[in-house]
């Protein structure tokens, strides 16, 4: 069973940069599409960054220009940098693949502060 493990998350004051990754066990990592989704408090959680097996991306509008999603298939992890944050960027991060998205499976996430 696929499990995924994000880190990077902390509080970093607006403009800031930070850099999320998801390390993913199992071998479905190689054949599956991966996402971030983000939930602030109060909000539904919704899709921030997508990439394909092939590394075709896609990204909320929210987020384009400032946000890159990239994988290490060697290393089995995702990951997502995020420059010029925002307050509004605040929430906690999720990495998933679809079909466990279409489950309501989720990880723990980690926790992203936009805050001066």
């Known amino acids: 069973q696929v499990q995924f493990v994000e880190s990077g998350g902390g509080l970093v004051q607006p403009g800031g940069s930070l850099r999320l990754s998801c390390a993913a066990s199992g071998s479905i990592f190689r054949i599956s599409d991966m996402v971030w989704y983000r939930q602030a408090p109060g909000k539904q959680r919704e899709l921030v960054a997508a990439?394909?097996?092939?590394?075709?991306?896609n990204y909320a509008d929210s987020v384009k220009g400032r946000f890159t999603i990239s994988r290490d298939n060697a290393k089995n992890t995702v990951y997502l940098q995020m420059n010029s944050l925002k307050p509004e960027d605040m929430a906690v991060y999720y990495c998933n693949i679809p079909r466990r998205v279409a489950m309501g499976s989720w990880g723990q996430g980690t926790q992203v502060s936009v805050s001066s």
């Open positions: 990439i394909s097996t092939g590394g075709n991306t």
